[in-house]
């Protein structure tokens, strides 16, 4: 898919512009962000990266990763560009907060927007496989968005953009858009790698960056702590059929001085297990206040069979196809009695 020619216009046309990630950054937020303000830089940009929360530990390693803050810039941006999300809940961020900040909102992504009914005829991506215009939801701010679901991450979408710029990618950028399709392949393992993405991942190795030391450093630089709460997470682990699930607590962040930055793959063990089609993370909110109290976030994955997008979608979540996730009130029973009367009414139908 080409490079919309509206957010090129936007991006020769404006000066400054500030770059937003969704809430617990991970790789390909943080490598799309990053490579997106170093590229637009290069052509006499200023740009600024704002995230909620600090980048995980695992990722500072990037090049020119203190870029990202965590305060919302008070003075006034061009144009803001929301990355590897595609509504502004999803930064954390309420949208009376980026009024005196911007007047333009683009989004880029590649998730599909599940809080629209994904069967309905205004899907609403600019794709070839979905023709329709994509209803504008959470803010009447977004004035433009490239969504591209069959893109492997937003890394490539970002590479893409500066391509058609002209930009050229090299050793800093290509670090950070190699460690955005890289996690968001899980190694080029999952199910969106495809042709596009590894040649992409070819000319970024030719541009400089280097596999085996960004590989070290996002699978291979975990703290003590973090496998301690793995460890913990695992005790939890059971199965039932084709369903297997795990928990984390708020007293597992405790006892083992982590937080939710921690957790991230945790899920992928409970879909490695032989015969399940779904695994599920229930992970209890870290930091409770009246309102987020007894609030559990929910990361799906399926080994293919079943649509956990379209299943995080019925509790107002979203994701992929084989990668999902949302949040749901209650006890941890009630939310499991929830989301597990969903998935087995999908897995009894395989």
Same mark, same amino acid.
């Given at each position: 898919m080409r490079v919309p020619p509206e957010i090129l216009g936007l991006i020769k046309e404006n000066k400054k512009i500030l770059i937003v990630s969704h809430i617990n950054p991970e790789g390909d937020s943080a490598g799309s962000s990053i490579a997106l303000a170093l590229g637009l830089k290069k052509i006499g940009k200023y740009t600024c990266i704002f995230s909620r929360d600090p980048l995980p530990e695992i990722l500072r390693f990037l090049p020119s990763s203190d870029m990202f803050s965590q305060k919302v810039p008070s003075n006034g941006f061009?144009? %803001?560009?929301?990355?590897?999300? /595609?509504? *502004?809940? #999803?930064? $954390?961020?309420?949208?009376?907060? @980026? %009024?005196?900040?911007?007047?333009?909102?683009?989004?880029?992504?590649?998730? %599909?927007? =599940?809080?629209?009914? *994904?069967?309905?005829?205004? @899907? $609403? *991506?600019?794709?070839?496989? =979905? /023709? !329709?215009? @994509?209803? &504008?939801?959470?803010?009447?701010?977004?004035?433009?968005?490239?969504?591209?679901?069959?893109? !492997?991450?937003? $890394?490539v979408l970002i590479y893409k953009l500066? /391509?058609?710029?002209?930009?050229?990618?090299?050793?800093?950028? &290509?670090?950070? %858009? =190699?460690?955005?399709?890289?996690?968001?392949?899980? $190694?080029? #393992? =999952?199910? /969106?790698?495809?042709?596009?993405? @590894?040649?992409?991942a070819s000319q970024l190795l030719k541009a400089g960056a280097e596999p085996w030391g960004i590989a070290k450093e996002v699978y291979e630089s975990f703290s003590f702590n973090r496998l301690r709460l793995l460890s913990l997470c695992l005790n939890t682990l059971k199965r039932q059929g084709k369903l297997a699930w795990a928990t984390i607590t708020r007293d597992m962040y405790k006892k083992t001085k982590t937080s939710v930055q921690d957790t991230e793959t945790f899920v992928d063990y409970t879909r490695r297990i032989k015969g399940v089609e779904v695994g599920i993370l229930f992970r209890q909110v870290q930091n409770e206040s009246p309102r987020r109290k007894g609030l559990y976030k929910i990361s799906l994955r399926s080994k293919g069979r079943v649509d956990v997008a379209e299943i995080a979608g019925l509790f107002g979540g979203g994701g992929h196809h084989n990668a999902a996730g949302c949040e749901l009130k209650g006890s941890l029973e009630e939310v499991k009695k929830k989301v597990f009367g969903v998935i087995k009414k999908a897995i009894k139908k395989l």
């Open positions: 061009d144009v %803001l560009f929301l990355l590897d999300c /595609n509504t *502004v809940k #999803r930064t $954390g961020l309420k949208t009376d907060c @980026l %009024l005196p900040v911007t007047k333009k909102i683009v989004v880029i992504d590649h998730h %599909l927007p =599940y809080e629209i009914e *994904v069967k309905s005829s205004e @899907l $609403g *991506v600019w794709s070839p496989k =979905y /023709n !329709s215009k @994509l209803k &504008a939801h959470n803010s009447k701010l977004i004035t433009h968005k490239w969504i591209d679901p069959d893109a !492997s991450a937003t $890394g500066l /391509n058609a710029l002209c930009i050229p990618v090299d050793k800093e950028i &290509a670090t950070n %858009l =190699y460690t955005a399709i890289l996690t968001d392949t899980g $190694g080029f #393992r =999952y199910s /969106n790698t495809n042709p596009e993405s @590894l040649n992409i």
